[in-house]
């Protein structure tokens, strides 16, 4: 596989196609990686040309956006919180200019400047002042909010270069979206000396959590991402950046101003948290537009400590909504939705192992809710990570295997969903030390589902196989290398099958294909034996037949766990016979056509092969209940609610 050449333009959509990729191998995402990081390598720094059009681009992109002129425009209450002289007096001059825009504002500055700067100030017109000398950040922030006259009260640091209108376009978004929390900005780097890489990229777009080892951790949205033209439309945001956020003064007390306990971090993301409990909605405008420099003077002890209150305050809350806001690809907290990985034996389409193909299908319709899908093969590729190594942003496992041990597995996230998934095997499953360690358990078997249940005493859910009716359906047309009266697929491995003594299809004159692994060690059925069949030709064999032989292998038979043929079968308008009468009775109450000896085999295949038109009646009723109860879109509906359940009960 060749990578191309990444051209500059191009390294963040291609990083992000790199992360939306599901590549259970990682062959794409390594070479993708490899090339990104030579391309960012030798592109760290922008030219002067570069430089020169990307300023040139963002101011564009500001004039761009037509800037709201309203009649009557409320009181603004601008509070600074300053902390650097050369940067205060510029953002002062920058406001010079704004009444061009929007003139009915009042400047309050939260300082613990020295005296030469306080004369400089006392000089303005029309400015409050007040101290932190003696007080926390939050502290003044609050007397500040209390001393203001403003209907709105805008916050915004001094290390910051407002655009054009930026004013206008919070105002105006407060004025016409209802229940609005809190306007934040678009925060861009502008050129920076000590920091060369980040300038003129993207700073801040709004608050998202992720979670490591059971603590929620914030991030900055696009930070560090080269500078885009960004959509118009505002978006609900859970938080935004401290920076420069709008929000209406009766609002902010209404909730009782800042939180005190905080000295001067986190306190507005607490704000934003405690506003959207209150069903207020906050919004990120990305035609407010800011320059950020950002500047490092973070005591780390402080930092620290207002960290651990805002973990102790809110981390159960965001854990539980991180959950089901990724469940729900609602994109609020975080920035991905699910991540499920499957446990399988293999991850390729060649292997000959079921399981693959029955989680792949699974996948396939858990992606229609917006979920990232991986896969976790107990034989990795030379490119896959051993099973148990787990990424940090997978959320749930779902695993097939009963050989799957969860105290081996290695992963961050203390909050990870684990899932056992019990289609066969059921003696082995319930032998499991670690049985009880999964958090939600399914079975494919009724009886398994209450046998089990009982031995460990919670509830098992029942959670047959199923079908895609997208894939398997009678919109197909026969292929002439299929073409056949009946057939059978799976795979001979050594173990007793009822299909061996019961099949002779030499004393049946009707024409058969066998397909699967291994069954040319069978002299009776080597000549009927066509290799084995790739999941992807199975829709065309069964739109190439009239009846598909069910064989309940010995590890099902006894648990009534239906085997995904029989759904793939009737879904594709073909007759199936079996000799599953505990599942059939479960499942479809005994309507499908039973066979238990070689005699009652050829007898129902003689009788079905002549009287069509009952053949065709029982293959609508079965088909019915299938399309209408057994699609693997009907699973994961069923998985998404058994989660939201789960999430909802053991999270809140």
């Known amino acids: 596989m060749k990578i191309p050449h990444i051209f500059d333009e191009d390294i963040e959509r291609i990083r992000e196609l790199r992360n939306e990729v599901s590549d259970s191998k990682n062959i794409f995402k390594d070479k993708v990686s490899s090339v990104l990081k030579s391309s960012i390598k030798n592109k760290k720094v922008l030219s002067k040309q570069e430089r020169k059009e990307v300023s040139l681009k963002i101011l564009n992109d500001n004039k761009s956006h037509e800037i709201p002129l309203n009649k009557k425009l409320p009181l603004v209450s601008i509070i600074i919180k300053a902390t650097h002289k050369n940067y205060l007096l510029n953002l002062l001059n920058t406001f010079s200019t704004l009444d061009t825009y929007y003139s009915n504002y009042e400047l309050i500055i939260i300082h613990n400047m020295k005296d030469d700067l306080l004369k400089y100030i006392d000089n303005k017109k029309d400015v409050i002042l007040v101290s932190c000398e003696d007080k926390s950040l939050t502290q003044a922030e609050n007397e500040a909010s209390h001393k203001s006259k403003g209907e709105y009260l805008l916050f915004i640091d001094d290390d910051t270069i407002p655009f054009d209108g930026f004013l206008n376009h919070m105002v105006n978004t407060m004025l016409t979206k209802e229940n609005v929390g809190v306007v934040g900005s678009r925060l861009i780097y502008p050129e920076l000396k000590l920091n060369r890489t980040k300038s003129y990229k993207v700073a801040h777009e709004g608050i998202y959590f992720r979670e490591k080892n059971n603590l929620i951790e914030t991030y900055n949205k696009n930070d560090g991402r080269r500078y885009y033209t960004a959509d118009e439309e505002e978006c609900e945001v859970i938080a935004t950046s401290s920076v420069a956020f709008l929000v209406k003064k009766s609002v902010l007390m209404g909730v009782g101003g800042f939180n005190e306990n905080y000295v001067e971090f986190y306190e507005v993301i607490d704000l934003c948290l405690r506003l959207h409990k209150k069903d207020y909605k906050n919004y990120y405008n990305p035609k407010v537009m800011l320059y950020h420099f950002c500047l490092e003077n973070h005591d780390v002890d402080v930092f620290e400590r207002d960290k651990k209150i805002f973990i102790n305050t809110w981390n159960k809350y965001i854990l539980h909504n991180l959950l089901k806001d990724k469940l729900y690809a609602n ?322």
């Open 331 to 652: 994109y609020l907290f975080s920035d991905k939705a699910l991540t499920v990985a499957l446990v399988v034996t293999q991850s390729v389409c060649e292997t000959t192992a079921g399981d693959f193909f029955t989680a792949i299908t699974l996948a396939h319709n858990l992606k229609d809710f917006g979920w990232n899908i991986k896969f976790l093969s107990q034989h990795p590729s030379k490119y896959e990570r051993n099973w148990y190594h787990l990424d940090d942003d997978i959320d749930v496992v779902i695993s097939l295997l009963d050989r799957y041990n969860l105290r081996k597995i290695e992963s961050n996230r203390k909050s990870l969903i684990k899932v056992a998934w019990i289609r066969n095997w059921f003696e082995r499953w319930m032998k499991l030390s670690y049985l009880d360690d999964y958090n939600i358990i399914l079975s494919s078997s009724k009886k398994a589902c209450g046998v089990i249940g009982e031995k460990i005493d919670r509830k098992v859910y029942f959670y047959p196989l199923a079908t895609d009716s997208t894939i398997f359906n009678e919109k197909l047309q026969p292929n002439n290398e299929y073409i056949c009266d009946y057939c059978f697929t799976g795979s001979y491995w050594k173990s007793d099958r009822e299909i061996i003594s019961a099949l002779c299809p030499d004393n049946i004159d009707y024409t058969f294909n066998l397909y699967g692994a291994n069954w040319d060690k069978i002299p009776s059925l080597k000549k009927y034996h066509k290799g084995f069949i790739k999941y992807d030709d199975i829709p065309q064999v069964y739109a190439s037949t009239k009846i598909v032989l069910d064989d309940a292998n010995h590890v099902t038979r006894g648990w009534g766990s239906v085997n995904s043929r029989v759904f793939d079968a009737f879904a594709s308008g073909c007759l199936v016979l079996t000799n599953g009468t505990m599942g059939n009775t479960d499942l479809f109450n005994g309507m499908i056509p039973e066979y238990h000896s070689k005699e009652e085999l050829q007898d129902k295949l003689n009788y079905y092969m002549e009287h069509t038109h009952e053949k065709e009646k029982i293959v609508q009723e079965i088909q019915e209940i299938i399309l209408e109860k057994h699609t693997y879109k009907h699973r994961a509906t069923k998985l998404k609610s058994l989660l939201n359940f789960y999430i909802h009960k053991y999270t809140d």
